[in-house]
């Protein structure tokens, strides 16, 4: 009977993660919250939650760095816009900010890129390591009419955040790892064959790839990570006149649709 | 005189009050005087399938419709959806955040949209081919590429948890396959069921029998996911409210209930142990 196998889970829920001792204590994965772990900073101790050790501190920065490289006050991003119209019309700071995360989570920026193009790495290094060359398996992705997450970009043709990023990758020790030249020899096949620019997506998901996460850890570790830019911008349309946060007038909906009929008609 | 920046749209348009070009005087979707005529004149679920569809649906598709919105209402405190805007009321949260939270559990893969949405893909690569539809729900995966959504772990459409369908779920497929096409989905699926579940030996959920409806109402995956996510609404909200009411007293603390495997103990007491 396939109920049975929901028994053994209905009153217990055995566990590695950690548990709150209310009143008492706080196990994380094996250590005291606040006392073996208290020294990190949240970041810090949000990997550790998501991989269940302590990454080391040049990985902790690393990421550190991703967060802050991409925290941009500005509501013409599309989730920032979202945390901007709900301080616009005075909703609460976890609504407007917790929706403006949760479309972070799309198809043209954020979430999907990003686990797409480690997965695109972690593919490509396989292939690689069976023998094949690294631009067969660009052009086989691309027959196959795929797009190539962390190349091109939708709004800019050059990116901003690529030289920052670089610069912490020396900085904390990351600069020559396997998947990050694979990274530029990926660019520059496609620039010389299709033109293509390289967004920061490939350098973060490659940097990625060279600390060894899972795409789950990677998705978990950076849904958070626009969210410093959310809060001002909830704030400045919070203090300004409600409502007035690029209004829409009727005329700004440019109609192509069907022309007017009657409902009996 | 439109700003700089527009929206555009295929579906809906306003025309402005003369005093106030942010206020509509009148407002048409899909070519129909909204507050002239759709109102005073349709059903809610009429006016449904006009803006998903574009076209007055026929009344037997509004009634479908209407009866799988009956359906999904309200599917109980176990499901995770409905659980999840409990845990919101309970604490007497933000209405919105109670139904946020049914929203993204409802989202799942595991009687979710996302289970939904593959499901009426495969309709799409399917049909009413059961050897195709016996292939394809042991491997649905579109491609072999990670994604945001993990891989699904049941064939979609079909409860791993489950012995036979519930009373509840029969009779839910029989009533609607009344008000369905004779040759389409709902009734495929009411003939296939049983056939099915013995393949995979677990029965259907409420995923095939939403996803074959949508399919007979002529919806796509998105459509019907964006509808399933709504129309499960109400009993999330109702729940909600009904457990702010109660009282976090009377609602589950699961605490006693989690077992640490691995508890290394109070931290003084380790430090002392261990002659630290």
Redesign the interface.
Known sequence: ???E??LETE??????I???F?T??V?MH???L???LDHLEWLHLYLYCILGKDPGENVAKMLNSYWVGTSYPDPSIWPNHVAALAGSVR??P??GL??GL?IS?ASIYG??PE??A???FY?AGKWCDEGGMLADFVDHEKS?G?ILYGYGRPLATTDERIAFTLDKAKEYGFSEGRYLKMAFSVYEHLNTTYGYSMNVAAVHAALAADMGFS??EY?LILTPCFVAGMAPCFRDTKSRREGSF???????????????????G | MPSDYVYHSDFWFEEPEESNPFAAKASYCHGYDVYGQVIAKAGWFEYLLLMFKGERPRPDEAVLLEKLALVLANQGPKEASIRAAMNGGVAATNHSSALMSALAVGSGLYGGSQELEICIRLWEECGQDVDRWKSRLQAPEEDERADIWPAIEHPPGFDPNGDQIPTTLLQSLELLVQFAPKDGALHWLQKQRGALEEFFGCPISITSVAAAAFVDLGLDRDQGSMLYLMLRLPGAAVHALEQRKMGWKKFPFYSSAIELEDDPGPFKQRDEEGGR
């Open positions: 009977m396939n109920h196998q929901l009153s217990h829920w055995l566990t590695r950690g548990k709150a209310l008492e204590r196990v094996g250590k005291d606040h006392h073996e909703t609460t976890s609504l917790m929706a949760s989570e979430r999907r686990v797409r480690l997965d695109f593919r196959l795929r795409c789950e998705q690029f209004p829409i007038r009727c005329e700004s909906i440019v109609y192509h649709g069907r022309e007017k009929r009657d409902w009996e």
